[in-house]
C-alpha cells in the first residue's frame, strides 16, 4: 500500500508522473505534450457532446498532430464544433 500524497500534490504529481512514464514508454517528449490542451479540450467534447467522446477525440487530435496539424489550431477547431454541437432532446 502506497501512502498518500501531500495535500495540493495528489492528482497533479500523480498526472505528471504517469506522462512522463507513457511518453517514455512510447518514445515521446514531455515536452511536447500539452497536458492542459488536451484536458480541455477532453471536458469540452464530454459536456458538449458525450463523455465517450472526450477519449475519441484526442486520440483523434494525436492523429491530425501527427499528421502534421498545429496541436492549438486542430483543438480549437474541435472545441468550437463541440460548442456548437447540438445533442438531441432527451425523451
Request: charged residues 25%.
Amino acid at each position: 500500500m502506497t501512502a498518500a500524497a501531500p495535500a495540493g500534490q495528489g492528482k497533479d504529481t500523480m498526472l505528471e508522473e504517469w506522462l512522463e512514464a507513457v511518453c517514455l514508454e512510447l518514445g515521446l517528449s514531455r515536452e511536447d505534450v500539452d497536458r492542459d490542451l488536451v484536458l480541455n479540450l477532453a471536458r469540452d467534447v464530454a459536456h458538449g457532446v458525450a463523455r465517450p467522446g472526450a477519449p475519441l477525440t484526442t486520440y483523434l487530435l494525436g492523429l491530425a498532430v501527427a499528421r502534421g496539424a498545429p496541436a492549438r489550431d486542430a483543438a480549437a477547431r474541435v472545441t468550437e464544433l463541440a460548442e456548437g454541437w447540438t445533442k438531441p432532446e432527451a425523451g
